[in-house]
Protein backbone atom coordinates (compact mmCIF):
# COMPACT_ATOMS: atom_id res chain seq x y z
CA UNK A 1 0.00 0.00 0.00
CA UNK A 2 2.92 2.18 0.75
CA UNK A 3 4.14 2.46 -3.01
CA UNK A 4 1.43 3.95 -4.90
CA UNK A 5 0.92 6.54 -2.34
CA UNK A 6 4.53 7.50 -2.97
CA UNK A 7 4.54 7.75 -6.77
CA UNK A 8 1.42 9.59 -6.14
CA UNK A 9 3.38 12.34 -4.05
CA UNK A 10 6.16 12.26 -6.62
CA UNK A 11 4.15 13.07 -9.65
CA UNK A 12 2.13 15.95 -7.92
CA UNK A 13 5.49 17.52 -6.51
CA UNK A 14 6.89 17.25 -10.43
CA UNK A 15 3.54 18.72 -11.78
CA UNK A 16 3.69 21.53 -9.28
CA UNK A 17 7.02 22.81 -10.00
CA UNK A 18 6.74 22.31 -13.84
CA UNK A 19 6.04 26.75 -13.38
CA UNK A 20 9.66 27.50 -12.25
CA UNK A 21 11.13 26.95 -16.31
CA UNK A 22 9.08 29.62 -16.68
CA UNK A 23 11.41 33.15 -17.17
CA UNK A 24 10.92 36.39 -15.39
CA UNK A 25 11.28 39.51 -18.23
CA UNK A 26 14.25 42.05 -16.61
CA UNK A 27 12.84 45.40 -15.92
CA UNK A 28 14.22 48.43 -18.00
CA UNK A 29 17.34 49.86 -15.89
CA UNK A 30 15.87 52.91 -13.93
CA UNK A 31 19.11 55.50 -14.29
CA UNK A 32 19.87 59.58 -13.78
CA UNK A 33 21.06 61.02 -17.15
CA UNK A 34 22.53 64.74 -17.10
CA UNK A 35 24.48 66.28 -20.14
CA UNK A 36 28.48 66.51 -20.00
CA UNK A 37 29.16 70.05 -18.80
CA UNK A 38 31.82 72.64 -19.02
CA UNK A 39 34.40 73.12 -16.03
CA UNK A 40 37.74 74.60 -15.89
CA UNK A 41 40.89 72.46 -15.24
CA UNK A 42 44.22 72.90 -14.93
CA UNK A 43 47.24 70.75 -14.03
CA UNK A 44 48.53 70.77 -10.40
CA UNK A 45 51.48 69.90 -8.80
CA UNK A 46 52.40 69.91 -5.13
CA UNK A 47 55.86 70.47 -3.31
CA UNK A 48 56.89 70.88 0.46
CA UNK A 49 58.47 74.27 0.90
CA UNK A 50 60.35 76.45 3.65
CA UNK A 51 59.26 79.56 5.51
CA UNK A 52 61.62 82.72 5.32
CA UNK A 53 61.41 86.29 6.71
CA UNK A 54 61.54 88.53 4.13
CA UNK A 55 64.44 90.20 5.76
CA UNK A 56 66.01 88.60 8.27
CA UNK A 57 69.47 89.48 10.13
CA UNK A 58 71.21 88.91 13.53
CA UNK A 59 72.43 92.03 15.34
CA UNK A 60 76.24 91.77 16.49
CA UNK A 61 78.26 93.84 19.04
CA UNK A 62 80.38 96.05 16.71
CA UNK A 63 83.09 95.80 19.82
CA UNK A 64 83.84 94.47 23.39
CA UNK A 65 82.49 96.05 25.74
CA UNK A 66 79.81 96.28 28.41
CA UNK A 67 75.75 96.61 28.18
CA UNK A 68 74.54 99.41 29.75
CA UNK A 69 71.27 99.91 28.36
CA UNK A 70 68.20 97.87 26.16
CA UNK A 71 65.93 98.92 24.23
CA UNK A 72 63.37 95.94 23.68
CA UNK A 73 62.04 93.21 25.29
CA UNK A 74 61.60 89.42 23.74
CA UNK A 75 59.56 89.80 20.45
CA UNK A 76 59.03 93.37 20.13
CA UNK A 77 58.21 95.08 17.27
CA UNK A 78 60.87 97.83 16.62
CA UNK A 79 61.05 100.20 13.80
CA UNK A 80 63.80 100.75 12.06
CA UNK A 81 66.26 102.81 13.59
CA UNK A 82 65.28 102.46 16.67
CA UNK A 83 68.41 102.01 19.76
CA UNK A 84 68.42 98.36 20.80
CA UNK A 85 71.26 98.58 23.00
CA UNK A 86 74.03 100.83 24.44
CA UNK A 87 77.11 99.66 25.10
CA UNK A 88 79.67 101.62 27.80
CA UNK A 89 81.26 104.53 26.27
CA UNK A 90 82.38 106.47 29.29
CA UNK A 91 86.20 106.04 27.66
CA UNK A 92 85.13 107.23 24.46
CA UNK A 93 82.96 109.78 25.32
CA UNK A 94 86.41 111.82 27.24
CA UNK A 95 88.17 111.42 24.21
CA UNK A 96 85.20 113.07 22.20
CA UNK A 97 85.51 115.94 24.43
CA UNK A 98 89.55 116.08 24.04
CA UNK A 99 89.26 116.15 20.63
CA UNK A 100 86.23 118.49 20.06
CA UNK A 101 88.43 121.03 22.35
CA UNK A 102 91.35 120.50 19.78
CA UNK A 103 89.36 120.96 17.36
CA UNK A 104 88.21 124.42 18.86
CA UNK A 105 91.83 125.26 19.17
CA UNK A 106 92.84 124.23 16.03
CA UNK A 107 90.11 126.74 14.70
CA UNK A 108 90.85 130.03 16.52
CA UNK A 109 94.29 129.49 15.85
CA UNK A 110 93.70 129.08 12.25
CA UNK A 111 91.57 132.83 12.69
CA UNK A 112 94.39 134.31 14.08
CA UNK A 113 96.62 132.90 10.88
CA UNK A 114 94.93 133.64 8.43
CA UNK A 115 94.07 137.58 9.97
CA UNK A 116 97.87 138.10 10.02
CA UNK A 117 97.93 136.38 6.85
CA UNK A 118 95.87 139.06 5.15
CA UNK A 119 97.72 142.11 6.82
CA UNK A 120 100.71 140.56 5.47
CA UNK A 121 102.82 139.16 8.78
CA UNK A 122 101.87 135.90 8.18
CA UNK A 123 103.98 133.49 5.12
CA UNK A 124 101.58 131.02 3.04
CA UNK A 125 103.49 127.95 5.00
CA UNK A 126 102.57 128.98 8.28
CA UNK A 127 99.03 129.28 6.61
CA UNK A 128 98.92 125.88 5.26
CA UNK A 129 100.47 124.29 8.40
CA UNK A 130 97.70 125.73 10.67
CA UNK A 131 94.92 124.91 8.17
CA UNK A 132 96.53 120.82 7.92
CA UNK A 133 95.99 121.18 11.89
CA UNK A 134 92.49 122.51 12.38
CA UNK A 135 91.71 119.73 9.56
CA UNK A 136 93.23 116.66 11.55
CA UNK A 137 91.42 118.24 14.52
CA UNK A 138 88.38 118.15 13.39
CA UNK A 139 88.91 114.32 11.69
CA UNK A 140 89.83 113.12 15.57
CA UNK A 141 86.89 114.39 16.50
CA UNK A 142 85.01 112.60 14.02
CA UNK A 143 86.54 109.42 14.83
CA UNK A 144 86.06 110.01 18.52
CA UNK A 145 81.98 110.78 17.89
CA UNK A 146 81.47 107.23 15.06
CA UNK A 147 83.30 105.64 18.10
CA UNK A 148 80.66 106.18 20.16
CA UNK A 149 77.97 105.73 17.38
CA UNK A 150 79.67 102.25 17.27
CA UNK A 151 78.60 101.49 20.77
CA UNK A 152 74.90 102.20 19.85
CA UNK A 153 73.40 99.56 18.47
CA UNK A 154 70.17 100.13 16.20
CA UNK A 155 67.75 98.29 14.07
CA UNK A 156 68.99 98.16 10.41
CA UNK A 157 64.58 97.74 9.40
CA UNK A 158 61.32 97.56 11.22
CA UNK A 159 60.58 93.99 12.39
CA UNK A 160 60.34 91.99 15.22
CA UNK A 161 63.20 90.85 17.56
CA UNK A 162 63.95 87.86 18.67
CA UNK A 163 63.78 86.07 22.59
CA UNK A 164 66.04 88.10 24.26
CA UNK A 165 69.19 86.55 25.70
CA UNK A 166 71.05 88.75 26.92
CA UNK A 167 70.72 91.47 30.33
CA UNK A 168 72.38 95.08 31.05
CA UNK A 169 75.69 94.42 32.58
CA UNK A 170 76.74 91.53 30.43
CA UNK A 171 79.91 92.22 28.52
CA UNK A 172 79.84 90.87 24.96
CA UNK A 173 82.16 90.02 22.57
CA UNK A 174 82.82 91.60 19.17
CA UNK A 175 80.50 89.86 16.99
CA UNK A 176 78.15 88.44 19.44
CA UNK A 177 74.45 88.60 18.73
CA UNK A 178 72.27 91.34 20.55
CA UNK A 179 68.93 90.67 18.76
CA UNK A 180 67.65 88.83 15.59
CA UNK A 181 65.63 91.11 13.72
CA UNK A 182 63.21 90.01 11.37
CA UNK A 183 60.71 91.49 8.81
CA UNK A 184 57.33 89.69 8.99
CA UNK A 185 55.09 91.48 6.50
CA UNK A 186 56.15 88.87 3.56
CA UNK A 187 57.08 85.64 4.08
CA UNK A 188 59.51 83.95 0.80
CA UNK A 189 58.75 80.90 0.36
CA UNK A 190 61.93 78.61 -1.11
CA UNK A 191 60.66 74.97 -2.51
CA UNK A 192 61.83 72.78 -5.44
CA UNK A 193 59.99 71.22 -8.58
CA UNK A 194 61.07 68.43 -10.71
CA UNK A 195 63.28 69.64 -13.73
CA UNK A 196 60.77 68.07 -16.30
CA UNK A 197 58.45 70.72 -15.13
CA UNK A 198 60.00 74.09 -15.71
CA UNK A 199 58.10 74.63 -18.48
CA UNK A 200 55.19 74.89 -16.51
CA UNK A 201 56.12 77.59 -14.13
CA UNK A 202 57.11 81.02 -14.61
CA UNK A 203 58.26 84.24 -12.63
CA UNK A 204 54.55 86.23 -11.87
CA UNK A 205 53.10 82.85 -11.75
CA UNK A 206 50.25 82.42 -8.69
CA UNK A 207 50.71 79.45 -6.01
CA UNK A 208 48.83 78.85 -2.74
CA UNK A 209 50.60 77.44 -0.05
CA UNK A 210 49.27 76.28 3.37
CA UNK A 211 50.60 75.49 6.60
CA UNK A 212 49.47 72.40 8.57
CA UNK A 213 49.26 75.21 12.09
CA UNK A 214 46.60 77.01 10.30
CA UNK A 215 44.40 74.34 7.99
CA UNK A 216 41.83 77.21 7.08
CA UNK A 217 44.19 79.62 5.94
CA UNK A 218 45.25 79.62 2.41
CA UNK A 219 47.91 82.23 1.26
CA UNK A 220 48.02 83.01 -2.26
CA UNK A 221 51.60 84.62 -3.50
CA UNK A 222 53.71 84.65 -6.81
CA UNK A 223 57.33 83.00 -8.09
CA UNK A 224 59.80 85.65 -7.93
CA UNK A 225 62.68 83.44 -9.27
CA UNK A 226 63.75 80.83 -10.16
CA UNK A 227 67.21 79.43 -9.41
CA UNK A 228 69.41 79.22 -12.93
CA UNK A 229 71.39 76.59 -11.89
CA UNK A 230 69.59 72.68 -11.49
CA UNK A 231 70.63 70.10 -8.43
CA UNK A 232 72.80 67.64 -10.42
CA UNK A 233 72.05 65.34 -7.98
CA UNK A 234 68.31 65.61 -7.19
CA UNK A 235 67.65 67.00 -10.46
CA UNK A 236 65.47 69.21 -9.12
CA UNK A 237 64.99 73.75 -9.48
CA UNK A 238 64.59 75.75 -6.36
CA UNK A 239 61.93 78.61 -6.49
CA UNK A 240 60.71 81.41 -4.27
CA UNK A 241 57.64 82.69 -4.38
CA UNK A 242 57.00 85.76 -1.90
CA UNK A 243 53.29 85.17 0.16
CA UNK A 244 51.86 88.25 1.80
CA UNK A 245 52.12 87.47 5.77
CA UNK A 246 48.48 88.24 7.44
CA UNK A 247 48.66 89.13 10.97
CA UNK A 248 52.16 87.51 10.75
CA UNK A 249 50.45 84.40 11.15
CA UNK A 250 53.32 82.39 8.80
CA UNK A 251 57.12 82.50 10.85
CA UNK A 252 60.04 81.55 9.25
CA UNK A 253 61.44 77.77 9.40
CA UNK A 254 57.67 76.81 9.14
CA UNK A 255 56.92 73.97 6.27
CA UNK A 256 54.55 75.15 4.29
CA UNK A 257 52.34 72.66 1.49
CA UNK A 258 52.88 74.60 -2.07
CA UNK A 259 50.24 74.01 -4.68
CA UNK A 260 51.28 75.15 -8.07
CA UNK A 261 48.88 74.82 -10.74
CA UNK A 262 49.13 75.76 -14.57
CA UNK A 263 47.54 75.06 -18.11
CA UNK A 264 44.37 76.04 -16.78
CA UNK A 265 41.95 75.42 -19.80
CA UNK A 266 37.82 74.75 -20.42
CA UNK A 267 36.79 71.34 -21.31
CA UNK A 268 34.16 68.51 -20.77
CA UNK A 269 33.43 66.88 -18.20
CA UNK A 270 31.49 64.08 -16.40
CA UNK A 271 31.13 63.31 -12.87
CA UNK A 272 33.34 60.39 -11.50
CA UNK A 273 30.66 58.25 -10.60
CA UNK A 274 29.80 57.56 -14.60
CA UNK A 275 32.85 56.37 -15.55
CA UNK A 276 32.86 52.47 -16.21
CA UNK A 277 37.08 51.45 -16.19
CA UNK A 278 38.21 48.11 -17.50
CA UNK A 279 41.80 47.86 -17.61
CA UNK A 280 43.07 50.95 -18.76
CA UNK A 281 40.20 51.51 -20.89
CA UNK A 282 37.34 54.08 -19.93
CA UNK A 283 33.63 54.60 -21.54
CA UNK A 284 30.82 56.26 -20.46
CA UNK A 285 26.84 55.37 -21.52
CA UNK A 286 25.73 57.92 -23.90
CA UNK A 287 22.04 58.35 -24.05
CA UNK A 288 20.10 59.21 -27.66
CA UNK A 289 16.53 60.15 -27.78
CA UNK A 290 15.63 56.51 -28.50
CA UNK A 291 16.24 55.77 -24.70
CA UNK A 292 19.08 53.71 -25.54
CA UNK A 293 22.60 53.49 -23.81
CA UNK A 294 25.85 53.27 -25.92
CA UNK A 295 28.52 52.49 -25.27
CA UNK A 296 31.61 55.57 -25.41
CA UNK A 297 35.14 54.97 -25.02
CA UNK A 298 36.07 58.39 -23.65
CA UNK A 299 39.97 59.53 -22.77
CA UNK A 300 40.16 61.17 -19.29
CA UNK A 301 42.35 64.10 -18.01
CA UNK A 302 42.72 66.25 -14.66
CA UNK A 303 40.23 66.03 -11.91
CA UNK A 304 38.57 68.65 -9.91
CA UNK A 305 36.24 67.33 -7.29
CA UNK A 306 34.36 64.81 -8.28
CA UNK A 307 33.98 65.68 -11.71
CA UNK A 308 36.79 64.02 -14.55
CA UNK A 309 38.47 65.97 -17.69
CA UNK A 310 36.98 64.08 -20.66
CA UNK A 311 40.15 65.06 -23.38
CA UNK A 312 38.62 62.53 -26.28
CA UNK A 313 35.46 60.88 -26.86
CA UNK A 314 32.60 63.28 -25.97
CA UNK A 315 31.67 67.07 -26.33
CA UNK A 316 29.67 69.62 -23.71
CA UNK A 317 26.17 68.71 -23.94
CA UNK A 318 26.50 65.37 -24.76
CA UNK A 319 23.85 63.14 -22.92
CA UNK A 320 25.41 60.61 -20.57
CA UNK A 321 24.03 58.40 -17.85
CA UNK A 322 24.86 59.86 -14.51
CA UNK A 323 24.06 57.56 -11.91
CA UNK A 324 23.13 53.56 -12.46
CA UNK A 325 25.71 52.58 -14.63
CA UNK A 326 26.31 49.34 -12.92
CA UNK A 327 23.14 48.25 -14.63
CA UNK A 328 23.44 48.64 -18.25
CA UNK A 329 25.14 46.95 -21.43
CA UNK A 330 25.58 48.47 -24.49
CA UNK A 331 22.48 48.66 -26.56
CA UNK A 332 20.42 48.36 -23.36
CA UNK A 333 17.03 50.62 -23.14
CA UNK A 334 16.95 52.65 -20.24
CA UNK A 335 14.20 54.75 -18.09
CA UNK A 336 14.73 57.86 -16.26
CA UNK A 337 13.35 59.49 -12.94
CA UNK A 338 14.73 62.78 -10.81
CA UNK A 339 17.84 62.15 -8.81
CA UNK A 340 17.02 61.83 -4.72
CA UNK A 341 19.18 64.11 -2.23
CA UNK A 342 21.02 60.84 -1.57
CA UNK A 343 22.41 60.53 -5.51
CA UNK A 344 19.81 57.44 -6.20
CA UNK A 345 16.86 58.43 -8.77
CA UNK A 346 13.67 58.05 -7.18
CA UNK A 347 10.84 55.41 -9.13
CA UNK A 348 9.81 56.26 -12.29
CA UNK A 349 6.36 57.33 -12.47
Known sequence: MRKPIILSLMFCVAGCGGGGDEKRERPTPLVTIGPAVAHQFSDRYVAVGTANANEQVSVRAPVTERITQLGFSDGDYVKQGQMLAVLAQGQETASLASAQARAREAEQQLSRVSELYRRGFATNASLDAQTASATAAKAQANEARASIGDRVVRAPFSGQVSLRRISVGAVVSAGDEIAAVSDLSAIKLDFTIPETMLSNVQV???????????????????????????????????????????????????????????????????????????????????????????????????????????????????????????????????????????????KAR
Open 204 to 346: GQVITAKASAYPDYVASGKIIAIDPVINPQTRTATLRAVLPNRNALLKPGMLLSVTIESKTRIAAAVPELSLVREGETSFVYTVGSDLKAKRTPVKTGARDGNLVEVIEGLNVGDRIVTEGVVKLSDGATVRTGKAKPGGTPE
